[in-house]
């Protein structure tokens, strides 16, 4: 047989051998589906079959104890897993409390929980990817549901007569208040048993989450919508609390009504039932994510899961505070290294086990930050002087580091007449800027750059080239002691050491202008998202006036320098560099959350110079001098031994 018809045949029984496994996990996700849905009716429907302790409906505590039994059944048949023991416990626990007729909130709140540990035991998709289309809910609904359902959703219409258990009626406030979009779409998706309620799983997912989206809908008017919207306009904290379409999905207005009021909660689902846009991926704000989860790292610092609640801390800087702060940065500088500062407080207080009262007090006062940070990125805040302003000082300050130490490089090849390595170093430096635009064409058209690979970049970047400073640093020292350098030109390098050094040279100059390229580049996404294109477009080019002129300046005067005073200077510039990136360099493994945080509130933050208020930059940067002098003392050794 051919090696083709081989293979061919091997695919066709590995394919035979798959399809039934395949088919298993289905019914092993729907099976779970279906346990989660019937859990999700019981919280729904409880009060209606027991209140205060007596059946008000035996039909519906029939129903209750037949369904509370059957997810029992469900859950034993589903794969174990580690959570099967608890789940099959907690099946219990809520079958006793039914048979007990306990109160409609305890059984609500165990048919909740339950729901929750079988989601994360069996993960199933909680949410649209996109905001669905309410226009097509609209004519789904007409054409399959209005026949039972009316309408309106009243449980009216012509098909209703004599169904036993009658349609739900969508437009019954009191349920609705209970159930979430995502149980609406379970519901439209398996069908319920026992009911004439069918499953509309031929429909596509997407048509699906329309219909779930519409009938959740029915029970709240419009007045009660737009009072919705201007809650959503003007309380940031509730834009907080349903930060993406999959907190939507999972939210009930009853749910929401414990945090922020009956009313509230209720105009909040109204608005966002009918706009769900208003929480997708492009409305869903980086402060909003902030703000949940930091409100969750409290919530878990509070029940003593302290991991957790610095998991979470992290979370609400890399996820929530990392992506708006280029724009904050360009916008205030300050108030962006206010919010950094407190960030990195919380976190060490959370590591440090403080008092709950004290991580209270940082997070109210992060809440508040993150408010004024809101303002300060508000669309009216945009102008064309700001983003001129942004634009030029972003480029300037970062360039501005990567030009001294090219600079330095190329007067120095200069000064030894070795001006066949230059093409070196200009290779460095432009493939950089090359580097940094593929950069920024990935992460706006192929992937996402998220905060955690941003810092991690420039904390390593820094700590590389702060250690390949420090050497050159050392190297230039010596060459500025008497007789060092005529010595250096007499003793020429050779063919292989003097290739090693350009392709040396080559890496340097690369490294530290990717690095600024890779920042000034994400600064430059925020700002351009903005729309004021000309104004920044304009602060860059200023800025390369700018860093063009500094650089015909430092080149200019170090021709006319002594060439042992050329290197002095030069050393001491470079070891200074060395110095200041390693405190960045820290400064973003912190905020990346690979190195602790433990705060020196006596020493002021000095972006410029890399000093952070922190024990472990404070180290990395006395380190780092204290192995600068003593390269600086070795060579001044070495080169008077050899005068």
Avoid: N
């Avoid at 695919?11 to 849905?37: E, I, T, Y």
């Avoid at 209703?160 to 019954?172: H, N, R, Y």
């Avoid at 983003?387 to 130490?405: D, S």
């Amino acid at each position: 047989m051919p090696l083709a018809s081989r293979m061919f045949a091997a695919f066709l029984v590995l394919a035979a051998l798959a399809m039934p496994a395949m088919a298993s996990a289905q019914q092993q996700g729907a099976s779970a589906q279906v346990a989660w849905r019937l859990l999700d009716y019981i919280a729904v429907d409880y009060p209606a079959a027991v209140a205060d302790g007596r059946v008000i409906s035996a039909a519906e505590y029939a129903e209750m104890r037949e369904f509370s039994a059957s997810v029992r059944e469900r859950l034993a048949a589903l794969p174990a897993t580690s959570a099967t023991p608890q789940l099959l416990k907690d099946a219990d626990v809520l079958i006793a409390a039914i048979e007990r007729r306990a109160p409609e909130a305890e059984v609500g709140q165990r048919a909740r929980a339950l729901a929750a540990e079988l989601l994360r035991a069996y993960p199933t998709p909680l949410a649209p990817s996109a905001p669905p289309d309410l226009a097509r809910g609209a004519t789904l609904y007409a054409e399959q549901c209005a026949s039972c359902h009316g309408a309106t959703g009243a449980a009216d219409g012509p098909g209703a007569k004599g169904l036993e258990p009658p349609p739900i009626a969508f437009t019954d406030l009191a349920r609705a208040r209970e159930r979430s979009l995502f149980g609406l779409y379970q519901v439209v998706s398996q069908g319920l048993e026992g009911t004439a309620m069918a499953s509309y799983g031929h429909l596509s997912p997407e048509d699906r989450w329309a219909l779930a989206f519409y009938v959740g809908g029915l029970a709240f008017d419009a007045r009660s919508a737009e009072a919705g919207e201007r809650l959503w306009r003007e309380r940031p904290d509730l834009r907080g609390r349903v930060p993406d379409l999959q907190a939507l999905t999972q939210a009930t207005p009853a749910g929401l009504a414990t945090a922020i009021g009956d009313a509230d909660a209720g105009h909040i689902t109204a608005y966002l039932r009918r706009h769900p846009e208003a929480v997708g991926p492009k409305a869903s704000g980086g402060l909003d994510v902030a703000r949940v989860k930091l409100a969750e790292s409290l919530a878990a610092y509070r029940t003593g899961d302290r991991k957790l609640a610095q998991e979470l801390a992290l979370s609400a800087y890399l996820d929530g505070f990392e992506p708006v702060e280029p724009l904050l940065r360009a916008r205030d500088g300050a108030l962006m290294a206010k919010v950094e500062a407190a960030m990195g407080g919380l976190r060490a207080s959370i590591s440090r086990g403080a008092p709950e009262a004290e991580v209270a007090d940082q997070a109210r006062a992060l809440q508040a930050l993150f408010d004024e940070a809101e303002r300060a990125l508000a669309p009216e805040r945009a102008s064309a002087a700001s983003a001129f302003l942004g634009a030029f000082t972003i480029l300037l300050r970062e360039g501005v580091e990567a030009l001294l130490i090219v600079i330095a490089m190329i007067a120095f090849l200069r000064k030894a007449e070795r001006q066949d390595v230059l093409p070196y170093v200009h290779a460095g430096w432009i493939t950089a800027l090359v580097g940094g635009a593929l950069t920024w064409g990935a992460a706006t058209y192929l992937i996402s750059i998220s905060g955690a690979s941003r810092e991690l970049t420039e904390g390593v970047g820094a700590l590389v080239s702060a250690v390949v400073l420090i050497s050159v640093g050392v190297w230039m020292h010596g060459k500025a002691q008497a007789g060092a350098w005529q010595a250096y030109i007499r003793d020429k390098l050779s063919a292989a050491r003097s290739q090693r050094s350009a392709w040396f040279l080559f890496l340097l100059a690369f490294i530290v202008v990717y690095r600024e390229a890779f920042e000034t580049i994400l600064f430059y996404a925020a700002l351009w998202s903005q729309g004021t294109h000309l104004a920044m477009l304009s602060g860059a080019a200023a800025a390369l006036v700018a860093l063009a002129l500094i650089a015909w300046g430092l080149l200019s005067y170090s021709r006319r320098l002594p060439i042992a005073q050329f290197f002095a200077y030069s050393s001491l510039l470079i070891a200074a560099l060395a110095v200041v990136l390693a405190g960045k360099g820290i400064a973003a493994l912190q905020e990346a959350g690979v190195l602790a945080v433990r705060p020196l509130p006596a020493i002021p933050r000095i972006e410029a110079l890399g000093v952070f208020p922190t024990w472990e930059g404070l180290i990395a940067q006395v380190l780092t001098l204290l192995a600068v002098i003593a390269g600086f003392q070795l060579v001044g050794r070495q080169a008077r031994a050899r005068a």
